[in-house]
């Protein structure tokens, strides 16, 4: 009986998904001014360091495009948004100024600019001399460079960079620039036909093709016609002392160009028909082709179909991840499997390495095999040797290894081996530096390397600085933030690595960089951003623990007014996104620092503390249990964790647990439906950008392995749309009109809400044009903002 109960929901929600909402456009409200002018500071500037850290770039962006810009037309294609005004990926935040300061003698020179200069963030040459970016002008796309010694800017092509697949790649000379342009004599883009030449069709053929539901894809030969008008690109070499541009090659789609070490070949990754319906750019067809300097083609390495094929949770067969080898003048090094792809296959090696030598005629040799997936190889200055890792996905697993490439005999020797979502063991990252080609390889003295990691423990992120010896494995600590302030490692200062550099925050203060020495353990400012908004100076904050019925160790952060008494309950945000783990003792782990500066920037839950509210943010909401199965108990474990924090917060008198509200983005918005769903702890809800149907996503979501067929009582049970009926608190709804993230596709937000309002249940949907699966417009940012308070302000703060 009650299973059949249960179907008549689902059915009755299915259908009342598709009756019509009565929809209404309201003009762009605003939240009150203290939020407007927080939301207009400027935000401080971004810093690059030279390769040899011996200048640092001051960046200055821009806050928030208008809605007027994000308007601007483009072209949802190939999983990508092209903006056709510029022959350019969407670009939603530009650069807008550009400093250089000299760490020897503090000495800052600004870069003059053209008023109104937008730019993409910038590329260091190799040597440190020059700068190079990408200006957007009215018609198009330019490639301009700046000089680091003489302080000055110039262009180097006229607006004619096609910027959709191609971007900035230095020759290792830094004399040079890789580029990709609008093919000359290209004509009008293709009209799009008034009447249609037939239906639109799409076939199977017996092959198994799981993909994820990715977003913007292709839909119709008229899309194909486009892809091919806005992809195709002439690669170009700009020779900057020369002042000369010259073009190799045939126009073509060009995915990568990058340039052997010795300056002899070029490695260039082709895209190809056939494309595909059911992946973005990077998975359609595509060659890997090695060509001369003139772009005359040497060899072919690979011709490789569409990933459609590729099993959930596999790679695609033959070669992949091709690059030059660090230290050889011109070999390749790319990862092939030995499943054909497939994680479920039980084999003794699961990928290997293989290396080809210039002049590629001979055959590939084997340097490496790893019993797990690789997952990257970081170079040593010493020519051969490397820091290989393997990832196993059953068990969220990694291990690294010291390996010899050019010793193949050699037994690598394992150096870490342990969980990926175990942050208190985490042995932090190996510090790189630059060789003159501009290759990063792993910094050396002798048989120490150096190591900087987040430094996670039980009182939170103290980042640091060790020194490991290779040979022996000791561990010597250099450097480790100390409380009041959250201080991590940037970089080293001069070859001697008596001094690093470093940024350096409080709760007051904002990031910035400091010069530090080791020795005497003092520091020296080198930038002086400000607090942009010092009216928020004031909050309270602090790191509240807890337990959930099971024990599990949880915690969050607790913002509260300025002045607010000890004693006065507050009406609550509690706000969150799930994550899962495989184990307890790894899901209570801290994580994060309460001695960070608090940016409050665009959407920011946070803005609810300026209202008179309580905020926990990043509550935790872990989902524990072995991968396979995780989600079966996904409700009731975050039912279990939105109980245990509204507790905490009783207890502490902080809070009024009648007065609570939740909310979240994405993944959290998912959870945020579902508690409401299946609970009466929350007074109301604002679930943001997410997915309530898992049945629209059935080859898996998040960490989940299965597909709906091989789990349809879990995939169901989680999916929030099912449970339409039970939503009896209010819920606000927002989601992006161009929402392109995998899942999250705007239907799902219309679907709930029809769904909602055939119930009777109080809801309001709020549906932004132009917007992603994130709010860019300033006009978004505000009105988001004044209806998230203007909802919570009715449900939660004045509930009756």
């Known amino acids: 009986m009650k299973k059949t109960a249960a179907l008549l929901a689902v059915l009755c929600a299915a259908l009342l998904a598709f009756v019509p909402a009565l929809t209404a456009q309201e ?5 009150p001014k203290e939020v407007i002018d927080i939301v207009d500071a400027p935000p401080t500037p971004m810093v690059s360091m030279s390769p040899a850290g011996d200048v640092m770039a001051l960046i200055d962006r821009e806050s928030m495009p208008s809605i007027d810009y994000i308007s601007e037309p483009i072209l949802r294609i190939a999983g990508m948004r092209i903006t056709p005004a510029f022959n350019s990926r969407q670009v939603l935040s530009f650069s807008t100024g550009l400093s250089l300061k000299d760490m020897k003698t503090g000495l800052v020179r600004k870069i003059a600019l053209p008023e109104g200069f937008k730019f993409t963030f910038p590329s260091w040459s190799p040597d440190g001399q020059r700068i190079a970016f990408l200006r957007y002008v009215e018609g198009g796309v330019e490639l301009w460079a700046a000089d680091v010694k003489a302080g000055t800017a110039k262009a180097l092509t006229p607006a004619v960079v096609n910027a959709v697949l191609g971007g900035v790649d230095w020759t290792p000379d830094s004399r040079r620039l890789i580029v990709s342009l609008v093919p000359e004599g290209r004509g009008p883009a293709p009209a799009a036909p008034r009447v249609p030449v037939g239906p639109e069709i799409q076939v199977s053929g017996g092959q198994e093709t799981k993909v994820a539901t990715y ?3 292709l839909k119709n030969s008229f899309d194909e016609l486009l892809f091919d008008h806005y992809a195709t690109s002439q690669t170009a070499i700009v020779d900057i002392a020369a002042g000369e541009l010259r073009k190799i090659g045939k126009p073509g789609i060009y995915d990568s160009i990058s340039v052997s070490p010795a300056m002899d070949y070029i490695l260039v990754e082709r895209i190809k028909r056939p494309y595909s319906t059911s992946l973005p750019a990077s998975g359609f067809s595509h060659s890997v082709e090695i060509w001369d300097m003139d772009g005359g083609l040497v060899k072919v390495l690979a011709d490789l179909p569409p990933e459609e094929n590729v099993p959930i949770n596999g790679v695609p067969k033959g070669p992949r991840g091709v690059n030059w080898m660090t230290h050889k003048p011109a070999t390749l090094i790319w990862t ?8 479920k296959k039980t084999v003794p090696f699961r990928d290997r390495y293989l290396t080809l030598d210039a002049p590629f005629a001979g055959e590939p040799g084997e340097v490496l095999k790893l019993k797990e997936r690789a997952a990257g190889i970081t170079y040593f200055a010493t020519p051969g040797k490397a820091l290989a890792s393997q990832s196993e996905w059953k068990r969220s697993w990694r291990t690294t290894f010291l390996v010899d490439l050019l010793n193949p005999a050699a037994e690598p020797v394992k150096i870490w081996d342990l969980s990926t979502q175990d942050r208190y063991n985490n042995p932090g990252r190996p510090v790189t530096t630059s060789l003159k080609t501009g290759e990063r390889v792993i910094l050396q003295d002798k048989d120490w390397i150096y190591l900087a990691g987040t430094g996670s423990s039980p009182k939170g992120d103290h980042p640091f600085l060790d020194r490991m010896n290779l040979k022996t494995m000791k561990v010597e600590r250099l450097f480790e933030c100390q409380d009041p302030a959250y201080e991590s490692f940037v970089d080293f200062s001069g070859a001697l690595r008596t001094k690093i550099i470093t940024s350096c925050e409080t709760t007051i203060d904002p990031p910035n960089y400091y010069l530090y020495d080791l020795k005497t353990k003092k520091r020296t400012a080198l930038t002086d951003f400000k607090d942009p908004a010092p009216q928020l100076t004031g909050i309270q904050r602090e790191r509240v623990t807890y337990k959930r019925a099971d024990g599990l160790e949880l915690s969050g952060t607790l913002y509260l007014p300025p002045g607010h008494k000890p004693g006065t309950r507050l009406p609550v945000v509690v706000w969150a996104y799930p994550m ?6 790894v899901a209570g782990q801290v994580r994060g620092s309460v001695n960070r500066f608090t940016f409050f920037r665009g959407t920011s839950q946070l803005f609810f503390v300026t209202q008179g509210y309580a905020v926990l943010d990043n509550a935790e909401m872990p989902v524990v249990g072995d991968p396979q199965t995780v989600n079966d108990t996904f409700v009731q474990q975050i039912v279990s964790n939105a109980e245990a924090a509204i507790r905490k917060l009783d207890e502490m008198g902080v809070g009024d647990p009648k007065r609570v509200g939740v909310g979240g983005h994405s993944y959290g918005a998912f959870m945020t439906a579902n508690l409401l769903a299946r609970c009466d702890l929350f007074a109301a809800g604002i679930a943001r950008s ?11 979501f998040q960490s989940e392995r299965r597909t709906l067929w091989e789990a349809p009582e879990t995939y169901i049970k989680m999916s929030p ?11 606000l709804l927002i989601h992006g009109m161009a929402d392109n ?4 596709f705007p239907i799902q937000s219309e679907r709930l809400f029809a769904a909602l309002k055939g119930f009777g249940a109080t809801a309001r949907f709020v549906y932004l044009p132009y917007e992603s699966h994130g709010y860019s417009a300033r006009e978004s940012v505000l009105h988001v903002l004044a209806e998230m308070f203007e909802w919570f302000d009715r449900y939660v703060k004045n509930k009756k």
């Open 336 to 343: 092939e499997a030995l499943d054909e792809g497939d994680p």
């Open 215 to 217: 977003q913007d894809l």
């Open 690 to 700: 997410g997915a309530y149907n898992r049945t629209l996503t059935p080859f898996g």
């Open 580 to 585: 899962e783990y495989d184990t307890a003792a």
């Open 27 to 31: 003009p762009y409200k605003l939240p």
């Open 741 to 744: 993230n995998s899942g999250t």
């Open 721 to 731: 749309f099912m449970q339409a009926n039970k939503i009896n608190e209010p819920i």
